[in-house]
């Protein structure tokens, strides 16, 4: 068989081997038992990585496709980005949104993002306090409400 069908072979089995190791139970979800076993360690978690998992397989069927050592080398790495790449046409398309446009006297960072779990009433709570301004705030020197990482 000539070289491109092949490829177009490994691709494919490269994609379905990495996928069912790291996505799917398998029949008698004998594959979530395996990945159980595995638990936390170093080849459980490559096993929850699919792209570090599509090397390794790219790597055995490279091994099948591939003549000489640049080619070998070659295959493994087309073999694992296509499987990459046809796990991406299957998820769902990454949204990115629009940076929310900072208000009067509030400082827009740029690069952070506020936070979802109401923060945004909280800092505006803690500008105006309900007690007539009397109390401490949360808020740090530049007005912004602090966090400790």
Known sequence: MDFWPQLVLGILATWRITHL???EDGP???????RARLGSGLAGKL???????????ALVTAFLI???????????????????????????PIVIQPIRQSLEGETNDGMLRSETNGAETNRDEERAPANGGAG??????????????
Do not use: M, P
């Open 136 to 149: 401490g705030s949360a808020a740090g020197a530049d007005g912004g409400a602090t966090r400790a990482d």
């Open 28 to 34: 008698w979800e004998i594959i979530a038992r395996f």
């Open 66 to 92: 591939g003549r000489g050592l640049v080619n070998l080398i070659l295959t493994w790495l087309a073999l694992s980005g296509a499987a990459c790449l046809l796990e991406r046409l299957g998820q769902e």
């Open 47 to 57: 096993l929850d990585c699919f792209q570090c998992l599509s090397l390794w397989v």
């Open 21 to 23: 190791l790291a996505s």
